[in-house]
């Protein structure tokens, strides 16, 4: 059974030693549970099964990288495999995603900028954060960034047309990122 409760800080410090033990153990922690945060994204078990594969291999390639100071081992081990499954998502999709005013795709520089080590998000910020938004917009962004919905998707559960969604998401991610500068 996956333990994300547990503290992999040490465990991925004894991984950043090339413990191959280490690596096992926490393997065995957390496979189970990055495998359905990437279901949960991918949908499909074969595609989802070959991301986890890479998820393990950039982990072993960069847990030297890991700063605890950033934020917790079990919140980058999950925010790696949410951004593979996400990357794959991408790559498979013929449709652009919106891009802001300064011209660069949001929803990358979001997952990108979640993925370099010693830049996750403090938590307490987010939540903050998060909480300062409206509550349909929040619940929105969360389904976009955590369920990996698409925009078409978002627009029939949120009963709007999806050029709604996209400006919904657009401004509500450049108001979390100016709250996290803030108040982070």
Same mark, same amino acid.
């Given at each position: 059974?996956?333990?994300?409760?547990?503290d992999?800080?040490?465990?991925?410090?004894?991984?950043?030693?090339?413990?191959?033990?280490?690596?096992?153990?926490?393997?065995?922690? =957390?496979?189970?549970?990055?495998?359905?945060?990437?279901?949960?994204?991918?949908?499909?078990?074969?595609?989802?099964?070959?991301?986890?594969?890479?998820?393990?291999?950039?982990? @072993?390639?960069?847990?030297?990288?890991?700063?605890?100071?950033?934020?917790?081992?079990?919140?980058w081990?999950?925010?790696?495999?949410?951004?593979r499954?996400?990357?794959?998502?991408?790559?498979?999709?013929?449709?652009?995603?919106?891009?802001?005013?300064?011209?660069?795709? @949001?929803?990358?520089?979001?997952? +990108?900028?979640?993925?370099?080590?010693?830049?996750?998000?403090?938590?307490?910020?987010?939540?903050? &954060?998060?909480?300062?938004?409206?509550?349909?917009?929040?619940? &929105?962004?969360l389904?976009?960034?955590?369920?990996?919905?698409?925009?078409? +998707?978002?627009?029939?559960?949120?009963r709007?047309?999806?050029?709604?969604?996209?400006? @919904?998401?657009?401004?509500?991610?450049?108001?979390l990122?100016? &709250?996290?500068? =803030?108040?982070?």
């Open positions: 059974m996956t333990d994300l409760n547990l992999l800080g040490p465990i991925l410090q004894q991984v950043a030693k090339s413990d191959k033990a280490a690596f096992k153990r926490l393997y065995d922690l =957390t496979s189970a549970k990055l495998l359905g945060v990437i279901l949960r994204i991918i949908k499909d078990r074969v595609a989802a099964e070959d991301v986890l594969q890479d998820v393990y291999l950039r982990i @072993w390639r960069n847990a030297a990288r890991y700063a605890p100071e950033a934020g917790s081992a079990n919140g081990v999950v925010t790696i495999a949410r951004n499954a996400i990357d794959l998502v991408r790559r498979k999709s013929e449709q652009t995603m919106p891009e802001n005013e300064d011209g660069e795709d @949001w929803f990358a520089k979001l997952a +990108e900028g979640r993925d370099r080590e010693g830049e996750i998000m403090d938590a307490s910020s987010l939540r903050y &954060c998060l909480g300062q938004m409206e509550a349909e917009k929040r619940a &929105c962004v389904d976009a960034y955590y369920e990996g919905l698409s925009r078409e +998707e978002l627009a029939a559960r949120y709007q047309p999806v050029n709604t969604i996209k400006t @919904w998401l657009h401004r509500a991610i450049a108001a990122r100016a &709250c996290m500068e =803030t108040n982070g």
